[in-house]
């Protein structure tokens, strides 16, 4: 069956320091892996994905993922945190489903970043 | 531009009412999704439109309807609803990628609508 896996359901840095949000992933065929982030009583916002070529992927806001697949992870990573990136981050694999064109969405529990000014 | 508009943003019906939600995009993407997000939980998959055709129903309830009159406007319809469909409904959208591709395509979400069952 195919998951994703957030092992952490909070994550608390200091602001500057660096901030690492874990997941990881068990799917058949090429991983499709994604991140969004989502602040309260909000969408969704779309942060990078990871479809083939280098492994690190470079995506919105500063954040920044790699891709292992021998530990098949996707941890979403960002140098120096800010007071403002506090909220909820959901990493995804995209599956396709029913012989279609179309791919599913695969949602992590999510994590809650805090950042503490 | 990357942005899916929901309407209205709040809303709280009894049981026996009948509403819609509104979702609209001008991405040009011809694949549309609902999703149901309960608090703290992550977004649930309810349907799927490409080219404007129903491909994906996931087990929904009766009581929630979809129509997808053109393509870039897609509605929920509700009726009969229960306290446990308060929730904040999503909607999303992608190109339909090539052929045998449309996973690896990006999925844009609207703000959402919260709504409120009494």
């Known amino acids: 069956a195919q998951s994703v896996a957030q092992p952490e359901d909070q994550v608390k840095v200091a602001e500057g320091n660096p901030l690492t949000v874990k997941c990881t992933y068990s799917?058949?065929?090429?991983?499709?892996l994604f991140w969004y982030v989502q602040y309260p009583n909000r969408g969704l916002q779309f942060l990078l994905k990871?479809?083939?070529?280098?492994?690190l992927v470079k995506g919105s806001y500063g954040f920044e993922a790699e891709f292992n697949k021998s530990q098949t992870s996707f941890h979403l990573k960002k140098p120096s945190a800010l007071v403002s990136d506090s909220a909820l981050y959901f990493c995804?694999?995209?599956?396709?489903?029913?012989?279609?064109?179309?791919?599913?969405?695969?949602f992590g529990k999510g994590t809650k970043l805090s950042v503490k000014p | 531009d990357t942005e899916v508009t929901q309407t209205p943003k709040h809303l709280v019906m009894g049981m026996t009412n009948k509403k819609s939600l509104k979702c609209e995009q001008h991405?040009?993407?011809?694949?549309m999704y609902w999703y149901k997000q309960k608090a703290k939980k992550p977004p649930e998959l309810m349907f799927v439109?490409?080219?404007?055709?129903?491909?994906i129903n996931e087990s929904v309830p009766s009581r929630f309807s979809p129509e997808c009159p053109n393509s870039s406007l897609l509605n929920l319809h509700l009726h009969a609803l229960q306290p446990e469909d308060s929730a904040l409904y999503l909607c999303?959208?992608?190109?339909?990628?090539?052929?045998?591709?449309?996973?690896?395509?990006?999925?844009?979400f609207g703000p959402g609508t919260r709504l409120t069952v009494l």
């Open positions: 999303a959208s992608s190109h339909p990628g090539l052929a045998g591709e449309g996973e690896k395509d990006t999925q844009y």
């Open positions: 799917v058949s065929g090429n991983p499709y």
């Open positions: 990871y479809i083939t070529g280098d492994n």
């Open positions: 995804a694999v995209r599956v396709k489903i029913y012989g279609g064109s179309q791919g599913n969405l695969i």
């Open positions: 991405m040009g993407h011809r694949a």
């Open positions: 439109y490409s080219y404007e055709k129903l491909s």
